[in-house]
């Protein structure tokens, strides 16, 4: 096991710092594939101030052990809710299930930890309206485009060869024709 490994699952912050600004990877997993971020997770309250430095090292947030189970699953289904807000900072997905299909949500409501289910509930919606919100711009930008280009074309098919903002008299012998040059708009 990497001594950063054992430094997160004893809840030992400072040798953990020192680990890490020797050089030591913050993603390090043990011989089983669980990364440090989740070893400290499953300290709890004890675990916060590592999740903090290994996140600040560039730790992935998104890792996850063997089973899926990633640290903020690990942090939902404990109801350590300074913890779960400190990994949705740092990019913790919400959303990942683990290989029983668990994901954080449902674990913060197997354990009874309502405030953490709200928070993940909340952070779930943002998501979600985040990524509603970049679909319907670019649907509408799509769409803006597209006719742009339609009225464009249709514009330039139908409008006489003179364009200015004032009334065009043609006269002819038998009729007289006023053309008015106002501007088409395509929506």
């Not at 990497?2 to 043990?30: E, F, N, T």
């Not at 900072?89 to 959303?95: F, L, Q, S, T």
């Not at 990942?96 to 779930?124: F, R, Y």
Request: positive net charge; glycine residues 6%.
């Amino acid at each position: 096991m990497p001594p950063l490994w054992v430094a997160c699952a004893i809840a030992h912050r400072g040798v953990a710092l020192q680990l890490l600004h020797a050089g030591a990877a913050a993603a390090a997993c043990d011989g089983l594939g669980t990364p440090c971020l989740c070893v400290a997770a499953q300290r709890g309250k004890a675990g916060l101030p590592l999740v903090e430095v290994l996140l600040e090292h560039s730790a992935p947030a998104d890792a996850a052990d063997g089973n899926g189970n990633t640290a903020l699953l690990f942090a939902a289904h404990g109801g350590h809710l300074p913890l779960v807000r400190l990994l949705l900072r740092g990019g913790a997905p919400v959303e990942l299930a683990n290989k029983d299909g668990l994901t954080p949500l449902q674990a913060a409501l197997l354990a009874v930890a309502v405030a953490v289910a709200l928070t993940l509930t909340l952070a779930l919606a943002l998501a979600l309206a985040l990524a509603l919100c970049l679909t319907l711009t670019l649907a509408l930008t799509l769409t803006l485009t597209l006719t742009r280009r339609r009225c464009s074309k249709a514009t330039a098919r139908s409008s006489p060869p003179w364009r200015s903002t004032e009334q065009r008299y043609i006269y002819s012998t038998e009729q007289r024709y006023i053309y008015s040059t106002e501007q088409r708009s395509c929506i």
